[in-house]
């Protein structure tokens, strides 16, 4: 099997000796197994076991014999890696009751619903666990499997229009089909459409479903559909609930869970006062590019013919950001001034645009109205490939194209 070497790989191996437990959680498919086996299978002289909690003997010695499950697996073994664990109903007790007796047994686990994780184990282990989300590819990732001198290049920073062209042309790739590991690995297109299909199909459609509790294949769907295409929207729940015959706190529920297993993404809006960001409405966007162009069957790979291709640029952008351990907020102001994305780093508010076609330096007048509210130091118009620097007052604008945006941030914002 081919692996692709993860960002995450060299952030697990620098607690790999710490006695904490090690969750990674995610969407379905995304390579939390491949990791972590990755990872151990290059660890020697340890005594390794792993057991997966979809083997369903398994799981119900862990529930209901947590001390035979010991001594089956955790007695005499150096680190034991426990797949599924959102299976699990009891996990946090028994994870607790198993750190607490067996100290000198390292113990990772995956799950693929952080609700689950939350809910049933995290509560029991506070101090005794750390816990890293692992997404479908970024762009980087994705880029050093498709050409790694490309990759190298861009990781340099150091290239011209021609390179940017021949990166952004793996951008639209992304862009089309997303990063879900067995999509980029797929042959061709329609391999890669029908991955994306059975993915949907499984993880969304029946999984989830069976979380939240529905009967109702139709309005899921529909609800998932209406996400899809509202990629940077505010959530207009009054819409959402007659597009989709959910009621308004059924709605908010399933929405939630939605959220918490990684099918769409909720941003708050941005303010100094905090207490009221959290009554606020949210903005959409999706985990995976690639998930959302299969909700709406369109694989349209010429994106100057698509519609929607600054929705699928902005949500690259956001990708970006959070991969990289960013908190992303948005900016709305009562005369309904808009700006994508305010981010905060070294204590700096630092806006940021995201604009598909531009080709000069021109300030929105929502972005305009943001710098006057708040004289940042820097604010950012993320471009596919314009490049360009202004000053506004006080605040240095800088225009960037996309792949270069997250580079230009942690240059300048030091």
């Known amino acids: 099997m081919i692996y692709i070497r993860r960002n995450l790989e060299e952030i697990l191996l620098k607690y790999i000796d710490n006695k904490e437990i090690l969750a990674v959680v995610g969407p379905r498919q995304s390579g939390k197994t491949t990791i972590i086996k990755h990872i151990l299978s290059n660890i020697k002289n340890k005594n390794i076991k792993e057991v997966s909690f979809d083997n369903i003997s398994d799981l119900r010695l862990f529930i209901t014999d947590v001390d035979s499950f010991i001594e089956k697996y955790v007695k005499d073994t150096d680190i034991l890696f426990i797949d599924e664990i959102q299976h699990a109903n009891k996990c946090g007790p028994q994870l607790k009751y198993i750190f607490d007796t067996y100290k000198k047994t390292k113990i990772i686990v995956s799950g693929s619903s952080s609700v689950d994780i939350a809910i049933k184990c995290l509560r029991y282990l506070v101090g005794r666990i ?111 609930s007659s597009l989709t015959g959910f009621r308004y706190k059924e709605l908010k529920r399933v929405l939630n869970i939605l959220n918490k297993t990684f099918i769409y993404i909720e941003i708050r809006p941005f303010f100094r006062n905090k207490k009221k960001e959290i009554n606020k409405s949210k903005k959409v966007y999706f985990y995976d590019l690639g998930l959302r162009n299969q909700v709406n069957n369109n694989f349209l790979e010429d994106v100057s013919f698509r519609s929607d291709i600054g929705q699928l640029h902005e949500n690259f952008i956001l990708l970006e950001l959070i991969n990289n351990e960013f908190e992303v907020k948005y900016w709305n102001s009562k005369s309904n001034a808009e700006v994508d994305f305010i981010i905060e780093k070294s204590g700096k508010i630092i806006p940021i645009e995201v604009k598909s076609t531009l080709k000069k330096e021109n300030l929105s007048r929502s972005f305009n109205s943001f710098l006057t509210k708040y004289k940042p130091d820097v604010g950012f118009i993320a471009t596919k490939e314009f490049e360009g620097e202004i000053k506004k007052e006080n605040t240095s604008v800088y225009f960037v194209p996309y792949i270069k945006l997250l580079k230009k941030i942690n240059e300048i914002v030091k």
Not at 178 to 188: E, F, I, N, W
């Open 130 to 240: 750390f816990v890293f989300n692992l997404y479908p590819f970024s762009f980087s990732e994705f880029l050093r499997y498709k050409d790694e001198n490309l990759y190298n290049l861009y990781v340099q920073n150091k290239y011209k229009e021609v390179i940017l062209k021949k990166i952004n042309k793996y951008l639209d790739e992304y862009l089309i089909y997303g990063g879900y590991p067995k999509v980029v690995l797929a042959k061709d297109k329609e391999e890669k459409k029908q991955v994306l299909k059975n993915i949907y199909n499984t993880h969304a459609l029946r999984d989830i479903k069976d979380i939240i509790v529905l009967s109702d294949d139709f309005m899921f769907n529909d609800l998932i559909k209406a996400l899809s295409l509202q990629i940077g929207n505010i959530i207009n729940y009054v819409n959402l």
